[in-house]
């Protein structure tokens, strides 16, 4: 590609009214500090600068104050997760009373099917897309056998049509409708971790409401990624993990959407845990547990302060941004990644992930084609010349141009290196 090639990527950059915020985020590098190009958002994101003084002022308080800190600290420590609220509020597209950032995805995923799946000799079956990330899988399952029931039976997987790799969105809607009163609880990503298929939430959760069944959503590849509308979609809970998209650090903490029609619905079953337990009540230290209306009622145990710190630096970069720019924004990259993929690498790399903008989020997801191993090669090849994805089996690479720290002329770089790596592979050396 010569520099002609690239000029186009160039003014994109300099047009960017975003561009300023790259600077608020530690880029990695490399040996000899040579700058990577950081593709992986998806899986963890970027590190904000401000985190480090987030974690001091902490650290700094613990020091200072020791147990008072929970009650003197500069964020006291005893209503910190209050300080996510407000912003993860207008990422889920849901009431402040509706969303609670604690524990991890898959711990609120178990907490939040304690209490919204409920099974019956007549109404036991999960429906969740063929294909769903592992944890998610793993925890239906065990769901399922704790109730008494048989995962062979009561697991409905839902897979794409022969010689397909993506879900129809009138299929998901024909399945749910096909198990009809059989199904308590459908369980679907917002995100296709795999494909980056995007998915319209209010479909699936009115056809699992006409059938009498509960709907739950996978946020973790969605939020901050694309434009949510919770409540509006009527979903009944959610859960997310906050270090991808939202740049919250590895293993950090993670949310929970439950929807306001049961934020007092106290005779649903729940594990519940002292910091679920009514405010101006809970520190009486009672053993009759009064849970809090709405999702922080699921609440077990106060939240972890330092791995929370973060979340607050990068919730702010979110509010400054707006969720709406930065869509906007991803729905360029990735188009112009495509377009870029298309021209110069016609018949040897296809686009697994949905050419739609509506249906796509920051993700494209590349077949390499020649077989796995060569795809395999093609991904090593990437990360050793400086271009950071990752590699999802049988035979995908993922790639994330993610709006808050890349550009359009890393989108243009990458191809460059993928051109160089597929002809590479292609020769064996």
């Known amino acids: 590609m010569s520099d002609a090639d690239r000029s186009p990527a160039d003014e994109r950059d300099y047009a960017d009214v975003l561009r300023g915020f790259r600077g608020e985020f530690h880029l990695p590098v490399g040996e000899g500090d040579r700058p990577l190009i950081y593709f ?10 401000a985190a480090t003084r987030y974690i001091q002022e902490e650290l700094n308080d613990w020091g200072r104050h020791g147990v008072l800190g929970h009650h003197t600290a500069l964020r006291p420590w005893v209503r910190y997760h209050e300080e996510l609220t407000a912003h993860t509020a207008e990422l889920a597209g849901a009431g402040a009373h509706e969303v609670v950032s604690m524990n991890s995805l898959t711990v609120n995923l178990h907490l939040l099917m304690v209490s919204f799946y409920r099974p019956t000799a007549g109404r036991f079956r999960v429906l969740i897309e063929r294909g769903a990330f592992p944890s998610d899988r793993h925890a239906v399952e065990s769901q399922i056998r704790f109730h008494g029931f048989d995962p ?11 010689g397909e790799e993506l879900l129809r969105p009138d299929d998901v809607v024909h399945a749910i409708e096909r198990a009809g009163s059989s199904l308590a609880l459908v369980l679907f990503p917002g995100v296709q971790y795999l494909t980056g298929q995007v998915f319209d939430l209010e479909p699936i959760a009115s ?40 740049n919250s650090g590895p293993g950090a903490l993670a ?29 009486l230290m009672g053993p009759e547990f009064r849970p809090i209306p709405g999702a922080e009622g699921w609440q077990v145990s106060n939240p972890p302060i330092l791995s929370t710190a973060p979340l607050i630096a990068s919730l702010d970069i979110f509010r ?8 906007r924004k991803s729905v360029e990259l990735t188009g112009y990644f495509a377009e870029l993929v298309d021209s110069r690498l016609a018949g040897r790399v ?22 796995a191993s060569n795809g395999r090669r093609v991904f090593e ?26 550009s359009f002329g890393e989108v243009f770089s990458f191809v460059e290196l993928l051109e160089q790596a597929v002809t ?3 020769q064996g050396g």
């Open 40 to 49: 992986a958002g998806h899986s963890l994101g970027l590190q904000p600068k």
């Open 152 to 162: 062979a039976t009561a697991l409905v997987e839902l897979a794409p049509r022969d």
């Open 207 to 246: 056809a699992a409401h006409r059938v009498g069944a509960t709907a739950g959503f996978d946020l973790a590849h969605a939020i901050g990624n694309v434009e949510l509308g919770l409540h509006a979609a009527g979903a009944d809970f959610a859960v997310w993990c906050s270090y991808k998209y939202l």
């Open 255 to 283: 949310g929970a959407f439950v929807h306001e029609r049961h934020a007092e619905a106290f005779e649903r079953p729940r594990f519940a845990g002292w910091w679920g337990h009514d405010k101006a009540t809970r520190f």
């Open 320 to 327: 400054r941004a707006g969720m709406d720019r930065l869509r």
């Open 350 to 371: 296809s686009i697994v992930t949905p050419r739609a903008a509506a249906e796509r989020g920051n993700q494209l997801s590349l077949r390499i084609l020649g077989g």
């Open 381 to 406: 090849l990437l990360e050793a010349q400086g271009a950071i994805t990752d590699w999802r089996e049988p035979d995908l690479i993922r790639a994330a141009p993610t709006p808050l720290y890349n």
């Open 424 to 426: 590479q592979g292609a």
